[in-house]
């Protein structure tokens, strides 16, 4: 991951595996994922409950859409952030350390 924090991009099975994710999230087919989608899929799929779907779209939208530049960044900083307060912690709900 250390390559990947420096600019490198994810190894090939994973950024399909993200591309994979966010047409998941993507249900209408637009190229974003709206708030609800994304509480669709994380409630319904797995079950996290509504409002904790609700909170964590919230942080890592800025009150917009999910792009898909957006979600890379998002996923990106999910796997190699090491502060606890950033957004992409936030990309498959709650984090427990919260």
């Known amino acids: 991951m250390q390559s990947v924090k420096h600019g490198k991009p994810f190894p090939e ?3 399909r595996f993200m591309q ?3 047409e998941v999230n993507d249900k209408s087919g637009d190229n974003e994922i709206d708030i609800d989608e994304y509480t669709t899929v994380w ?7 509504v409002e904790e779907c609700r909170e964590a779209f919230h942080k890592i939208s800025d009150g917009k ?8 960044m998002l ?3 999910y796997f190699v952030s ?3 307060a950033a957004r992409g912690n936030y990309l498959f709900g709650i984090p427990d350390f919260i």
């Open 20 to 22: 994979f994710m966010f």
């Open 82 to 84: 090491n502060e606890r």
């Open 65 to 72: 859409n999910i792009t898909r530049e957006v979600f890379e």
């Open 13 to 15: 099975w994973q950024q």
């Open 75 to 77: 996923w990106i900083e």
């Open 43 to 49: 409630n319904k799929s797995y079950g996290i409950p």
